[in-house]
Nanobody, 126 residues
């Protein structure tokens, strides 16, 4: 069982920055994925950024490339999402997700993920 707890959300003006954190109870799976998803009211939950736990390589949604950076600190069992140049359209609930094992396919697809946090709200005003 993996427990995930997000923090770091808040309200910011457009152009500002926030850093989200996700503390995981377990972070010893080396063939899996850790990811950030977001869901705005009335919209589907979408994958934002993924890191492969084995080699640290990353994947980003086109909408956040060049602005968001995902990283992991294995010693602290923590996942981060640094968000820069925030836009009003980034407003959403942000969720941390974990896939203990990844068998292929699009890593931004939520179907890959076994465990989810409760979410942290990010609001960007214009």
């Amino acid at each position: 069982q993996v427990q995930l707890v997000e923090s770091g959300g808040g309200s910011v003006q457009a152009g500002g920055s926030l850093r989200l954190s996700c503390a995981a109870s377990v972070y010893t799976f080396h063939r899996g994925l850790m990811a950030w998803f977001r869901q705005a009211p009335g919209k589907e939950r979408e994958g934002v950024a993924v890191v492969y736990t084995g080699d640290g390589s990353t994947v980003y949604a086109d909408s956040v490339k060049g602005r968001f950076t995902i990283s992991q600190d294995n010693a602290k069992n923590t996942l981060y999402l640094q968000m820069n140049s925030l836009k009003p359209e980034d407003t959403a609930m942000y969720y941390c997700a974990a896939a203990v094992r990844w068998y292929g396919g699009n890593p931004l697809n939520r179907i890959n993920y076994n465990y989810w946090g409760q979410g942290t709200q990010v609001t960007v005003s214009s």
